[in-house]
């Protein structure tokens, strides 16, 4: 049978939090980015947006990774309070582990020289900052003086060295060291001081904070010499900043939804806005900006919901790049027909998001509701979704657009949605005690099958449909009208049903089971047609056939694609491990060679079968 190899990877969005900054570092050597979704580091080139690297080592939600000085290693640390440390190259190797605060890490840095690490959080009352070896993890210092969780901390980038950190408790620390020891405290701000960074030339040093001020210290003696000024300031508590290579401006993001470039005066006395990128026009809370990063030509800024947008440093006025992903997990996923290389993904949280092949990222569908998606099917340019509200919405595409909506309310929550293709504005769908069957958005029928259902499909031709229950059988209705007979059921899975398809070609339909089994069944006879595909470890989630009917793919929980060819026995089977970190819940064919899979991890695979 053919290889598999991964073909592109279109990235999720940082994880981010209402209230909250977020932390995005780079490698300006590499033009490279890192954040967190999940458990998983990102690394993503700036100029290829569709090469992406993904860590996925952490065993808890990882908060914060930033590149050591030389760009070797990468330090990322989580909410159990870890730091791993692995190198770049050679298959992301772990070079050391350390056990640094016993709650949330919120942020860390490197020494200029690369021998030590701050870190910062919540100490569940113990130390909240910690600074060790990187290659040892012993201590090197003291840091008294805080009393709340502490949001930054930062070494200062030329010698001697300094550590300054902020926190909840409205105060600015400053310690001297190595060892370290504490110094001063400032206590000039009145709310949360959300992020502190010290210039690229370690003269000065800035603290931002959620009583929408941004104070300026001496880099060295700690003393406070400036602030910004109020005017063209932001009106929204500020959560993050980020110097210029050359020291003389600053880049500040803040819940107002807008981004501001300050230029820092020479002797530090003041700051004043030279440019302000004004948010979207929706003005919704997505929109509040969470994270900035100043690298190189780019000024790179993170909103809530997840969108990164990349601006200029050289143009500032010039349109900025924007590109997004999901930022939780992709339970649906559909390979849109009319044009073979567009896919439509949708996450629980009710973002539908379309991707073009060879591009990754196209653009957020707009629906005109605001509702969670449990399913999603396409049809030709219809797009049906269900969610956790007991309503069924029928949104047509127009141009890549979603046009107006419309629903209808079915009485009971949604489990299961499948449309007949041939005949779209049929639909069948599934609840828990049974099932309704639905003409273009009108109730034909609402029928209780007297079993608790889990998974139904409809024939293409809507002439048919299967039902799976709970006790692992498929009964098999024929649809007259608006009346389903039952014709025969069918027992041989021992797990709850978790999903039926049709093939393609109509000659078949595989269903699959909660007990790790999937089965392939001739579709005149109802005999097997293909068994034994016994080899995941634990539920099988999705399941897709190839446009020309000859494979069918299963996604688990545990984390696997399996790929079988009818005709062959179950064993000649291709199987992708580790596709998705913490399960495969989305899956489809584009072509005969490339198969789409999505996952907890929130990002989406497209692999590429080279056949021999």
């Not at 370290?180 to 030339?201: A, G, M, W, Y």
């Not at 059988?473 to 978790?498: D, F, P, Q």
């Not at 989630?541 to 696997?560: F, H, K, Q, R």
Request: charged share 20%; glycine share 10%.
């Amino acid at each position: 049978m053919a290889e598999v190899h991964l073909s592109e990877t279109y990235a999720c969005a940082p994880s981010t939090e209402r209230g909250r900054g977020i932390l995005i570092s780079g490698n300006p050597k590499t033009d490279t980015i890192l954040y967190c979704n999940g458990r998983s580091v990102l690394i993503r080139y700036l100029n290829e947006p569709l090469h992406v690297e993904v860590y996925g080592e952490h065993g808890y939600p990882v908060t914060v990774a930033r590149y050591s000085p030389n760009g070797e290693w990468i330090a990322s640390a989580d909410v159990s309070g870890s730091v791993r440390i692995w190198g770049t190259h050679n298959g992301f190797v772990l070079k050391n582990e350390f056990k640094v605060l016993s709650g949330r890490i919120d942020d860390l840095q490197w020494s200029p020289d690369g021998l030590r690490i701050v870190a910062c959080g919540d100490g569940k009352g113990k130390s909240f900052v910690r600074a060790f070896m990187w290659d040892s993890g012993t201590t090197v210092g003291d840091f008294d003086g805080h009393s709340r969780r502490v949001l930054s901390c930062e070494f200062k980038p030329t010698r001697p060295f300094r550590i300054a950190t902020c926190g909840e408790d409205f105060l600015v620390n400053f310690y001297e060291g190595p060892p370290f020891k504490f110094k001063l405290s400032h206590r000039e701000h009145s709310n949360f001081v959300n992020c502190i960074r010290f210039s690229p030339d370690g003269s000065k040093l800035i603290s931002v904070s959620s009583d929408r001020k941004g104070l300026i210290y001496d880099g060295k003696s700690g003393e406070k010499i400036g602030e910004f000024s109020s005017e063209d300031g932001h009106h929204g508590s500020i959560y993050a900043v980020s110097w210029s290579p050359d020291g003389k401006k600053v880049l500040t993001v803040s819940a107002d939804k807008s981004a501001k470039v300050w230029e820092i005066l020479e002797d530090g006395s003041g700051g004043r806005v030279i440019k302000t990128f004004p948010s979207s026009t929706s003005n919704a809370v997505e929109d509040m900006l969470v994270g900035c990063l100043w690298q190189n030509d780019h000024l790179i800024t993170v909103s809530l919901g997840g969108i990164i947008s990349i601006f200029s440093a050289s143009n500032l006025d010039k349109a900025p790049l924007s590109f997004s992903g999901h930022v939780k997990n992709v339970r649906t996923l559909t390979a849109l027909k009319n044009s073979q290389q567009t896919i439509l993904s949708s996450s629980y949280d009710g973002v539908i998001i379309k991707w073009i092949r060879g591009v990754g990222y196209s653009s957020k569908l707009e629906k005109k509701y605001d509702a969670k998606i449990k399913c999603l099917a396409a049809v030709g340019e219809v797009i049906f979704t269900a969610g956790f509200d007991n309503k069924v919405w029928r949104v047509p595409l127009c141009e890549g657009e979603c046009g107006d909506a419309e629903h209808i309310d079915i009485g009971s929550q949604p489990l299961d949605l499948s449309l007949a293709l041939s005949s779209p504005e049929l639909a069948l769908v599934s609840t828990e005690s049974g099932v309704v069957l639905l003409d273009s958005l009108k109730v034909m029928s609402k029928i209780d099958l007297g079993f608790t259902v889990t998974a139904c499909a409809i024939a293409p031709d809507g002439s048919e449909a299967i039902v799976g229950g709970q006790n692992g059988k498929l009964h098999i209705y024929s649809i007259s009208g608006n009346t389903l007979t039952e014709e025969m059921v069918l027992e041989k899975h021992r797990g709850a049903i978790t999903v039926i398809q049709y093939s393609p070609d109509v000659s078949m339909f595989a269903s699959a089971d909660g007990n790790r089994e999937a089965i392939v069944w001739d579709r005149v006879s109802k005999e097997v047609k293909l068994n034994n595909m016994l080899f995941h470890t634990a539920r099988i989630n999705c399941l897709a056939w190839s446009p020309s009917s000859t494979m069918v793919a299963t996604g688990s929980i545990d984390t696997c694609v399996i790929i079988y060819e009818i005709g062959k026995p179950a064993s000649s089977r291709i199987t992708i491990k580790n596709a998705h970190l913490g399960g495969v819940y989305g899956l489809a064919f584009m072509d005969d060679f490339n198969v789409v899979s999505s996952g907890e991890d929130a990002c989406i695979r497209v692999w590429r079968l080279a056949t021999e």
